[in-house]
């Protein structure tokens, strides 16, 4: 079945620092999504890529939609310690999402 | 608006008990789903609906049972609880696309 990999698994890294991360698949997806999931909480939607080569940001987050539609990347620049969580890959299959396995991200101040 | 409202928050179940997972939103969505979160593995997902009266299997719905009698509540079932049902469950919801609500999870242990 489909699958999406994220790397890396998990980031430990200084406060101000920036942090990139992606998701690859080797089915073509033409929708990519990013989530943030905090401990205890459900993970929640930070940004949606729906075309070949789109560039959206969020803030200090910025996603990248590859040219191949088989790859997506995260970018979150200066990092503060609120940013710590799991960032998971998205994409449809379906009428539901399948998630890569999260990328947990540790900022130190 | 409260959004996905998922009790019980957390759970000790012992083998072969039973127990229902239960799952309300109030915006009014016609998708929703229940996934499982084990650590290092992402979700799964366990069974979808996309309306009420229709539910539908996803990767791993072995060990569980839903139901969707109306629009607002998509309850889990758990009939026989086996050590690998332990697990965090999110229910989420979307009226349509892929910009889904989760809940805030049920953590649950089976021992």
């Known amino acids: 079945g489909q699958q999406l990999n994220q790397s890396p698994q998990s980031m430990f890294i200084q406060e101000g620092e920036d942090v990139s991360m992606n998701c690859t698949s080797s089915?073509?997806?033409?929708?990519w999504l990013w989530y943030k999931q905090e401990p205890g909480e459900g993970p929640v939607l930070l940004i949606a890529?729906?075309?070949?080569?789109e560039l959206t940001s969020n803030g200090r987050l910025t996603a990248q939609f590859g040219i191949t539609r088989k790859d997506s990347f995260l970018n979150i620049s200066a990092s503060i310690p609120s940013d710590v969580g799991i960032y998971f890959c998205?994409?449809?299959?379906?009428?539901?999402?399948?998630f890569g396995k999260g990328t947990t991200l540790s900022v130190s101040s | 608006n409260a959004g996905v409202t998922q009790t019980p928050k957390f759970r000790i179940l012992k083998i072969g008990q039973s127990m229902t997972l239960q799952c309300t939103q109030d915006?009014?969505?016609?998708?929703m789903y229940w996934y499982r979160q084990d650590p290092g593995m992402g979700l799964k997902l366990i069974y979808y609906?996309?309306?009420?009266?229709?539910?539908d299997k996803g990767e791993v719905p072995n060990g569980y049972n839903v139901s969707r009698s109306t629009t607002e509540d998509f309850p889990l079932r758990l009939e026989l609880a086996a050590p690998s049902q332990t697990s965090v469950y999110f229910c989420?919801?979307?009226?349509?696309?892929?910009?889904?609500?989760f809940g805030s999870g049920t953590r649950l242990t089976v021992v």
């Open positions: 089915s073509i997806f033409n929708t």
């Open positions: 989420a919801s979307v009226r349509t696309g892929h910009g889904y609500t």
């Open positions: 998205a994409g449809p299959a379906g009428t539901a999402l399948i």
């Open positions: 609906s996309v309306g009420a009266g229709i539910t």
């Open positions: 915006m009014n969505h016609n998708y």
């Open positions: 890529l729906y075309k070949a080569g």
